[in-house]
């Protein structure tokens, strides 16, 4: 596999997005257009789509109609007929990081080497640069003294950091974090979110599906509620949050807010 990245910013845009599961639409008519180093929180109830719009990004799931560009690249087309993938899906990939609510980490290697294998296999990174950015990384997430250890031996929230910090090894353009502290209790999610605040400064484009609405408000720039498969608001995130126009997100955000 080529070594340089095709993708040369973080612009996600999504053209009149369709994808079904057995004839039944998840997403019907998505268009939005992320720029580069945007911090979107991307909302919405339990079966919205949130999930598959995400993995529709970096081609986890094929979509029926519509275009998706990452960087510029045309990362789906549902032009080419029934897969809409690009040929050079693997390699764009690369640039797209995905971090789930499920942590996993590889669970018989160290988190050292964790952090590594994909630098070195994928990249093609010599043993020590990856040793090298695995520990700046893993110090930057607070865990430079958990590097020997397996992942069975951390706590979840630990987990969570160890696996954001190994896509943050890629270079990812593009991160998508699908709830990713939803499994964590409130100190493991604060750390978390702590690390993910941080990585928000880089300016790499963040898509985050959260239902930590403090959290969304105070670090997105823009906020995307998703109602049964399409874009039902969209706005600054203070505005979202503040003065929702929609009836859903005024639902679903009093409905959250009531359980916080
Ligand atoms: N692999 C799949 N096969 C069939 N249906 C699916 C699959 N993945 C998701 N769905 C359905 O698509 C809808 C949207 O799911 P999802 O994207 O996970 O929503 P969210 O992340 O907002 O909860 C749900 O009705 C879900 O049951
Ligand atoms: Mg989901």
Redesign the pocket.
Known sequence: MKNEALIHDGTVSFKGVWKD??G?P?LRGIDLDIASGEILALL??????????LRCVNGLEVIQKGTIEVGGELIQDSAKGKNSLSSDIAQIRQSIGIVFQQFNLFPHMTVMENICVAQIKVLGRSEEIARDRARSLLDRVGLLEKAESRPLQLSGGQQQRVAIARTLAMDPRVLLLDEVTSSLDPQMTNDVLRVIGDVAKDGITLIV?THEMGFARHVANRAVF?HEGVVAEDAPAKELFENPQNENTKKFLAAVLSHQ
């Open positions: 599961f057995g039944v998840v919405g109830q339990s079966g919205s789509g949130k999930t598959t719009l599906v998703m």
